[in-house]
């Protein structure tokens, strides 16, 4: 069992930044591969970044590629999503989550345990 809770999520302007935080319980925070989601108003949920187990790999949604870092600590339980260059298009609730994948995956499906979620919002 795992419980996220993510954290960081505000109001920037466009151009600006925002770094959020996940924090996980649990021992074996280092056995699950992390991602990030978004959902915008009225829209899907879509895949955003996501870190492998030992973070020697990630992958990104294509519109985010240059202007988000996702990283983790295992030490410290937690995963960061470094968001620069931000974009009125970012706008969306940001969600935490971990599955039990050794490889990075985008697919929703791969993922066991999400977090509650934290608004990102970006003012043009």
């Known amino acids: 069992q795992v419980q996220l809770v993510e954290s960081g999520g505000g109001l920037v302007q466009a151009g600006g930044s925002l770094r959020l935080s996940c924090a996980a319980s649990?021992?074996?925070?280092?056995?699950?591969?992390m991602g990030w989601f978004r959902q915008a108003p009225g829209k899907e949920r879509e895949f955003v970044a996501a870190?492998?187990?030992?973070?020697?790999?990630?992958y990104y949604r294509d519109s985010v590629k240059g202007r988000f870092t996702i990283s983790r600590d295992n030490a410290k339980n937690t995963v960061v999503l470094q968001m620069n260059s931000l974009k009125s298009e970012d706008t969306a609730v940001y969600y935490c989550?971990?599955?039990?994948?050794?490889?990075?995956?985008?697919?929703?499906?791969?993922?066991?345990?999400w977090g509650q979620g934290t608004q990102v919002t970006v003012s043009s």
């Open positions: 989550a971990a599955g039990p994948s050794p490889v990075v995956t985008a697919r929703e499906g791969g993922y066991d345990y």
């Open positions: 649990g021992r074996t925070f280092s056995r699950y591969g």
């Open positions: 870190i492998s187990w030992s973070g020697g790999s990630t």
